[in-house]
């Protein structure tokens, strides 16, 4: 049964490696277990780490397959800068959205998921200190990207990761 729990929403993470090891393994385990069909780690001008274990992360991903009793693994591509994600989910047709702390309220991603019923969906989350204006520029405007908020309060990476992935499924 290859489709056997597999979602009917392609939501794609792109990820900022985060420091700590563990804390990237939480994301990919949870985000796993949620439904995410693929995820790309990626570097940016604030990530202070550009490297993670594979071969760790390809068991986690494994396990949280098992767990939610998914039939197909996601996808773990290869460490990218940020504007290679970004190239990489336009090319494949993916409405994105980068999660950011200076997104207006009234762009939450809930709402923005509302109006835009779109089934192939990246979601950007950044490392420990997020992304810096030029980068959330550099989306918006060469890539077409939405910037959305998850509410008024600051987040840190792991939980904006979970939080928005958990949003983004709920609308399958």
């Not at 760790?56 to 800068?81: F, T």
């Given at each position: 049964?290859?489709?056997?729990?597999?979602?009917?929403?392609?939501?794609?993470?792109?990820?900022?490696?985060?420091?700590?090891?563990?804390?990237?393994?939480?994301?990919?385990?949870?985000?796993?277990?949620?439904?995410?069909?693929?995820?790309?780690?990626?570097?940016?001008?604030?990530?202070?780490?550009?490297?993670?274990?594979?071969?760790?992360?390809?068991?986690?991903?494994?396990?949280?397959?098992?767990?939610?009793?998914?039939?197909?693994?996601?996808?773990?591509?290869?460490?990218?800068?940020?504007?290679?994600?970004?190239?990489?989910?336009?090319?494949?047709?993916?409405?994105?959205?980068?999660?950011?702390?200076?997104?207006?309220?009234?762009?939450?991603?809930?709402?923005?998921?509302?109006?835009?019923?779109?089934?192939?969906?990246?979601?950007?989350?950044?490392?420990?200190?997020?992304?810096?204006?030029?980068?959330v520029a550099l989306a918006s405007n060469k890539y077409g990207a939405h910037i959305a908020s998850l509410g008024p309060r600051r987040l840190r990476a792991e939980t904006a990761a979970i939080a928005a992935v958990a949003i983004a499924m709920g609308n399958e």
């Open positions: 049964m290859p489709e056997y729990n597999q979602p009917t929403l392609d939501v794609q993470l792109i990820q900022g490696i985060t420091q700590q090891q563990s804390k990237l393994e939480e994301i990919v385990e949870k985000a796993t277990e949620i439904g995410i069909r693929s995820i790309i780690p990626i570097y940016s001008k604030r990530t202070e780490k550009k490297t993670f274990n594979r071969s760790r992360l390809e068991k986690i991903l494994h396990n949280g397959c098992k767990q939610s009793y998914r039939a197909r693994m996601p996808e773990l591509k290869d460490v990218m800068s940020l504007e290679d994600a970004l190239a990489d989910a336009q090319a494949a047709g993916r409405r994105i959205i980068l999660l950011h702390e200076s997104a207006s309220l009234g762009d939450s991603l809930s709402k923005i998921l509302q109006k835009d019923r779109s089934v192939n969906i990246a979601l950007v989350v950044g490392p420990e200190g997020g992304f810096d204006e030029s980068e």
